[in-house]
């Protein structure tokens, strides 16, 4: 069974960084790729970004594409998301998710079978 834990929210101002990390515990011999999920209030949950371990692809929603970067950490098997330029519409709960994703649900949630407590960002103007 797999554990996520986030880490590396907060406040922040429009155009501030914020780095989020995700730490993997437990048996994650079933991990073929994690990602970053976020919602806002009054809204859907939605896809920010993922990686696939194999290979080491990432893939972006277009919204944060050039802002957000994600990685994995191999010798803590973790992942992070580094955040730039951050706007108030980025401000959300953001979940880290782990699961064996195939490319038609590498951006959907279902694509994952676990996921962390989140982590609140917030971006004020």
């Known amino acids: 069974q797999v554990q996520l834990v986030e880490s590396g929210g907060g406040s922040v101002q429009v155009g501030d960084s914020l780095r989020l990390s995700c730490a993997v515990s437990?048996?994650?011999?079933?991990?073929?790729?994690m990602g970053w999920f976020r919602q806002a209030p009054g809204k859907e949950r939605e896809f920010v970004a993922s990686i696939r371990f194999m290979g080491g692809r990432t893939y972006y929603a277009d919204s944060v594409k050039g802002r957000f970067s994600i990685s994995r950490e191999r010798r803590m098997s973790a992942i992070s998301l580094q955040m730039n330029s951050l706007k108030p519409e980025d401000t959300a709960v953001y979940y880290c998710?782990?699961?064996?994703?195939?490319?038609?649900?590498?951006?959907?949630?279902?694509?994952?079978?676990?996921w962390g407590q989140g982590t609140q960002v917030t971006v004020s103007s």
């Open positions: 437990g048996s994650n011999v079933e991990i073929g790729g």
């Open positions: 998710a782990a699961g064996r994703p195939i490319l038609s649900s590498i951006a959907t949630t279902s694509g994952y079978t676990s």
